[in-house]
C-alpha cells in the first residue's frame, strides 16, 4: 500500500518493537473469502466491484460499433443501463432489463499531435488508456487514485484526481459522441449542441450512452511522489502552502490518531531510491493493529506512534504509472465535496465526531483538492472543492459510519460523488446545483420515456 506510505513488512517491523506481533493472526491481512452466487443455468447476475450493488438484467448487451449500439437502442425496450467498470458504489447500474457494456468500443480512435487532444472511445479502462496514449507523446493531465473505470464511467460521475489547479476528467472533454435513447448518434461540443454537451460531460448515464469523447491533453510527463506521516495539525496549519507547491497535493487522515500521511507529486525526471512495491493488502494489518490497540490503555497515542514510526516512502515514473495505485482492498466509499476553504474545517468536524461518537473505524480518509469547471452536474461546477472521502471495508456495514458523518458534509455545503454512497434525493441536489433544472431539460428532451432511469436514477434525478 505504498500510496498510503505502507507496507506489511514495515508494520510488522514496528509492532514486534512494541512486543505486539505475537498477537497478530497469521492472516489478519486475508481478505474473506466470497460467498458465489450463481449456479450454471441460472441467469448471469452483475455485482460492483465492492459488491455491494448486484441485479439480475434480462440481457446483456455488447456492442461492436456505434452503428450496432444505436440500431439496439432503437428495438430495444424496457430499462437500459450502461454497466461501466463497476466501480461506482451507489446503484446507478442495477436493472432487470438490459445492461449495456462498451468493452467492443475502447481504444484511442485518434490523436492531433498539433493540438494535444485524443479521440477515445468511452468503453476504454483508464488504466489502458495512459500506455496508449503515451506511445503517441501524450499524457492526461491527471488520473484518479484507481484507473480501472471505464473512460465512459469516469465522465459520467466527475471522477477526478487531485490538484487545486487540475479539474476532473469531464473538465478536459472537448466533444463527445452520445448515442440517445431513441437510436440516434448526436455529435456535440460548445458550440454544435452546446447544451447536450454541457448536460452529457456529466450525466450519470440518463441521456443516453456517451461512446467516445475527445480530451484535451497533454505532452507525456514524468513525476515523482513523495509521501510521509506528519502531525495532522501542523499538516492544517501549513495546507495553503503544501497545496499551492506541489501540482498533485493530497492526504489521508487517519480516524482515532493524530497524524496524517502527507502526498507530494511533482514534474520531476529524478529518479529516487524505490522504496517496495505497492502492498495495498497492508490495510488488513493496520485494521488487526488498530483493533488490538484499540483495547490497550493510551491505545489512541500507541495507534499514532505505529502510524508514525513508517518510514517516508516515494516512487516515480510516467504520468500514468504514478498517479493512479493498486486498490485490491474491496471497501464501499461515501465522497462529499465542499467549497475548498471550508475543507480543513469540515474534515476536523468529521475526526470531532468519530472520536466523540467513538466510531469504531480505521479506513483513512481522503482528503484531495479540485479546480472549478463548468460542467452543468460536475461536484466541482463554478467552484473550487475539497473532497473528502471516508470508506469502510466491503464486508463491514458501512451505514452507521457514514450516516454519522453525512450531516457534516451537508452543514458546510458540501456535493456527494455521483458515483459514491449518499442519502440524497433530486430535491436536495437540485439546491445544490444552479443548472440543475437545465439538466432535466435536456433530459426530458433525449429521454422523454425514461428508458434510461432505473429506480435510483429516479431517487436522485426524479421520476
Known amino acids: 500500500m505504498k500510496a498510503l506510505g505502507l507496507t506489511r513488512r514495515e508494520l510488522l517491523r514496528t509492532a514486534a518493537a512494541a512486543g505486539l506481533a505475537g498477537a497478530l493472526p497469521a492472516r489478519a491481512f486475508a481478505e474473506p473469502a466470497a460467498a458465489g452466487d450463481w449456479s450454471p443455468g441460472a441467469p448471469l447476475p452483475w455485482r460492483n466491484w465492492s459488491g455491494l450493488q448486484r441485479c439480475v438484467p434480462a440481457q446483456r448487451l455488447g456492442p461492436a460499433s456505434e452503428a450496432e449500439l444505436c440500431a439496439a437502442l432503437r428495438s430495444g425496450s424496457g430499462v437500459v443501463r450502461p454497466a461501466g467498470a463497476g466501480h461506482s458504489f451507489g446503484a446507478l447500474v442495477p436493472t432487470s432489463d438490459t445492461l449495456l457494456f462498451l468493452d467492443g468500443l475502447a481504444g484511442v480512435r485518434g490523436v492531433d499531435p498539433a493540438a494535444l487532444t485524443a479521440e477515445v472511445w468511452a468503453g476504454t479502462r483508464l488504466g489502458l488508456l495512459g500506455p496508449e496514449l503515451h506511445s503517441r507523446g501524450q499524457a492526461m493531465p491527471n488520473l484518479p487514485d484507481i484507473d480501472q473505470q471505464t473512460l465512459g464511467g469516469a465522465l459520467a460521475t466527475s471522477t477526478h484526481g487531485t490538484g487545486a489547479k487540475l479539474g476532473s476528467i469531464a473538465s478536459t472533454a472537448r466533444a463527445l459522441a452520445l448515442a440517445t435513447p431513441g437510436g440516434e448518434l448526436v455529435e456535440c461540443d460548445a458550440q454544435r449542441n452546446a447544451e447536450v454537451f454541457h448536460a452529457a460531460c456529466t450525466s450519470v448515464g440518463a441521456l443516453g450512452v456517451v461512446t467516445r469523447a475527445t480530451l ?99 516512487r516515480a515514473g510516467w504520468s500514468h504509472e504514478v498517479l493512479a495505485h ?77 450516516g454519522a458523518i453525512e450531516p457534516i458534509f451537508w452543514q458546510h455545503d458540501g456535493r456527494p460523488h455521483w458515483g459514491k454512497l449518499h442519502s440524497l434525493d433530486a430535491a436536495r441536489l437540485a439546491e445544490l446545483y444552479p443548472r440543475f433544472d437545465d439538466f432535466q431539460r435536456v433530459r426530458r428532451a433525449l429521454d422523454p420515456q425514461r428508458r434510461m432511469t432505473n429506480a435510483y436514477l429516479s431517487q436522485i434525478l426524479g421520476p
Do not use: K
Open 326 to 402: 493498486s486498490r485490491t482492498v474491496r471497501f464501499n466509499e461515501m465522497e462529499y465535496t465542499v467549497p475548498a476553504a471550508r475543507g480543513p474545517d469540515c474534515l476536523r468536524a468529521v475526526l470531532e465526531t468519530i472520536r466523540a461518537r467513538d466510531l469504531d473505524v480505521c479506513f483513512p480518509i481522503e482528503c484531495r483538492y479540485v479546480r472549478a469547471d463548468d460542467v452543468w452536474l460536475s461536484m466541482f461546477h463554478q467552484r473550487d472543492g475539497f473532497s473528502i472521502s471516508i470508506h469502510q471495508f466491503a464486508e463491514l456495514d458501512w451505514r452507521p459510519y457514514f
Open 216 to 314: 484535451a491533453n497533454r505532452a507525456a510527463f514524468r513525476l515523482v511522489e513523495r509521501s510521509r506521516f506528519v502531525r495532522l495539525d501542523d499538516l492544517l496549519a501549513g495546507i495553503d502552502a503544501a497545496r499551492d507547491a506541489n501540482p498533485h497535493f493530497e492526504f489521508y487522515a487517519f480516524p482515532h490518531a493524530d497524524v496524517a500521511l502527507e502526498i507530494t507529486t511533482v514534474e520531476s525526471d529524478e529518479i529516487p531510491a524505490a522504496s517496495g512495491p505497492d502492498d495495498p493488502e497492508a490495510l488488513y494489518l493496520l485494521r488487526t493493529l488498530f483493533r488490538i490497540t484499540r483495547v490497550l490503555p493510551g491505545g489512541d497515542r500507541l495507534y499514532s506512534a505505529f502510524l508514525a514510526a513508517q518510514p517516508a516512502s516515494a
